[in-house]
């Protein structure tokens, strides 16, 4: 009897152990990586990166992943993995806040002017495409692709001069 209940207390045990770690890890099973030549604003995909936000007196980095589905843009912000995700549902026709970037510790810091994007201007950006940049007053835009893989670009640089985004675009899904 003692032995049976030494068994199903290890039974236990190893069934706990078994879905924490399975809770932990991660599975891309519905994502497929993205296979064609170029990217077309109208389909639908996912672009998983990190981004670094560098202002004259502080910086923040983190991650994103941002998945488009027809007019809908969903952001998923995140500073490091151990912290909770902030989550944005926009309109492709709607505006990006910059300052969604920065921790709500240095937003009351700061008394920097940041600009709006257009999250369809913003989509264009970083997948690599030619957006009208003519109604942000002081943006510059930086793209560098890979030698290999031209679909995506590696890392887009928005400059102006309060800030400087850089964003390292990973992995693009369909």
């Known amino acids: 009897m003692e032995n049976y209940n030494k068994k199903s207390y290890q039974l236990i045990y190893f ?5 924490f770690l399975a809770s932990c890890s991660s599975t891309s099973g519905l994502l497929k990586p993205h296979l064609k030549n170029n990217i077309d604003i109208a389909d639908n995909f996912s672009i998983e990166g990190k981004f670094k936000l560098s202002m004259p ?3 923040e980095t983190g991650y994103f992943f941002l998945k488009k589905t027809r007019n809908i843009v969903k952001i998923n912000i995140g500073k490091n993995y151990l912290l909770p995700e902030e989550e944005l549902f926009l ?3 709607e505006d990006l806040d910059i300052k969604k970037l920065i921790s709500k510790n240095n937003q009351d810091k700061l008394d920097l002017n940041f600009n709006t ?20 007053a002081d943006l510059e835009v930086f793209k560098d692709f890979n030698e290999r ?18 964003i390292l675009n990973k992995t693009i899904y369909e």
Do not use: Q, W
């Open 91 to 93: 309109d492709i026709r």
């Open 15 to 19: 069934l706990i152990i078994s879905l």
């Open 117 to 136: 994007i257009n999250v369809g201007d913003f989509v264009k950006i970083i997948t690599g495409h030619e957006a009208d940049l003519s109604s942000y």
């Open 149 to 166: 893989e031209k679909v995506l670009p590696t890392k887009v640089r928005l400059k102006t001069a309060n800030y400087e985004l850089i």
């Open 57 to 59: 007196d502080s910086k």
